[in-house]
T-cell receptor, first 113, second 112 residues
Framework: DGGITQSPKYLFRKEGQNVTLSCEQN?????MYWYRQDPGQGLRLIYY???????QKGDIAEGYSVSREKKESFPLTVTSAQKNPTAFYLC????????????FGPGTRLTVL | AQSVSQHNHHVILSEAASLELGCNYS??????LFWYVQYPGQHLQLLLK??????LVKGIKGFEAEFIKSKFSFNLRKPSVQWSDTAEYFC??????????FGKGTLLTVNP
């Protein structure tokens, strides 16, 4: 089955700890994205990557970091500098080019205690 | 910078009622427009998209949307909703920078 996997589905961490969220795709897409979804806020772009070894900050990148060492993987690290990390995190991917739709993973719900 | 405004936070309808969800965007250039849907417990998925050509776009499950350039709008419509349409709906715009900007979403509740 082609698609995007995110693990784990639920994640709990203590305040002050860094945590890394996994995102893997087997759609052979060049571009990958991380969004944060909060109730009543829609989806907000954290980071995106159009190609391996390159990524750009989105609208709310502070307190987050990413890497793109492989085409199929785009892990997101939520650092202790993120002031309000509890949220639902969605990973997406798309073919390169402006007309291509983004496909989304099932999401990871992070709760920081 | 591009932005998207969805007029309704929560819409409650009875089955068979007609639906129209408002979406307005702000962007000075050529845009690509999307409606995504998030059913309870499921992935966000694409309902329909507009790139160019006929401004009336048909999507899955009987949904359609009309792009009105002069009004910067891309409203979603369905003539008769079903209980299974209960979901959260997101309008999104993509400009020349390839970034997809989402509205805050509209929660649709359809009562049987």
């Amino acid at each position: 089955d082609g698609g995007i996997t995110q693990s784990p589905k639920y994640l709990f961490r203590k305040e002050g700890q860094n945590v890394t969220l996994s995102c893997e795709q087997n759609l052979n897409h060049d571009a990958m994205y991380w969004y944060r979804q909060d109730p009543g806020q829609g989806l907000r772009l954290i980071y995106y990557s159009q190609i391996v070894n390159d990524f750009q900050k989105g609208d709310i990148a502070e307190g987050y970091s990413v890497s793109r060492e492989k085409k199929e993987s785009f892990p997101l690290t939520v650092t202790s500098a993120q002031k309000n990390p509890t949220a639902f995190y969605l990973c997406a991917s798309s073919s390169s080019g402006g007309r291509n739709e983004q496909f989304f993973g099932p999401g990871t719900r992070l709760t920081v205690l | 910078a591009q932005s998207v405004s969805q007029h309704n936070h929560h819409v409650i309808l009875s089955e068979a009622a007609s639906l129209e969800l408002g979406c307005n965007y702000s962007y000075g250039g050529t845009v690509n427009l999307f409606w995504y849907v998030q059913y309870p417990g499921q992935h966000l998925q694409l309902l329909l998209k507009y790139f160019s050509g006929d401004p009336l776009v048909k999507g899955i499950k009987g949904f359609e949307a009309e792009f009105i350039k002069s009004k910067f709008s891309f409203n979603l419509r369905k003539p008769s909703v079903q209980w299974s349409d209960t979901a959260e709906y997101f309008c999104a715009v993509k400009g020349s920078n390839y970034k997809l900007t989402f509205g805050k979403g509209t929660l649709l509740t359809v009562n049987p």
